[in-house]
């Protein structure tokens, strides 16, 4: 069974940082696409980033800048480093890993971390 495993999250102020990491297990992690989205109560999931297999990133509009996504494929985990947050990125932060298979999509989903900041 695929298992992504979020952690890191918290209760932080704002100007400060946190890194969330999320370890995958029993998917070829380096054929996977792998992002972040979050969840703010009464809004739908978003992407904040994502980082092909080859490594390119990409960014929402609202964290270029402050967050930065990595991978190490050796340790089959992806990081989201968020730097000077805001009361704003107050969400649930989900792991997603996502690849095609001869035309099949497959996706997998974490359970979730919230990070908290406050004012």
């Known amino acids: 069974q695929v298992q992504l495993v979020e952690s890191g999250g918290g209760l932080v102020q704002a100007g400060e940082s946190l890194r969330l990491s999320c370890a995958a297990s029993?998917?070829?992690?380096?054929?996977?696409?792998m992002g972040w989205y979050q969840q703010a109560p009464g809004k739908q999931r978003e992407l904040v980033a994502d980082i092909s297999s080859g490594g390119n990133t990409n960014y929402a509009d609202s964290v270029k800048g402050r967050f930065t996504i990595s991978r190490d494929n050796a340790k089959n985990t992806v990081y989201l480093q968020m730097n000077s947050l805001k009361p704003e990125d107050t969400a649930v932060y989900y792991c997603n890993a996502d690849t095609w298979v001869g035309g099949t999509r497959w996706t997998y989903w974490g359970q979730g971390t919230q990070v908290t900041v406050s004012s």
């Open positions: 029993r998917i070829t992690f380096k054929n996977y696409k």
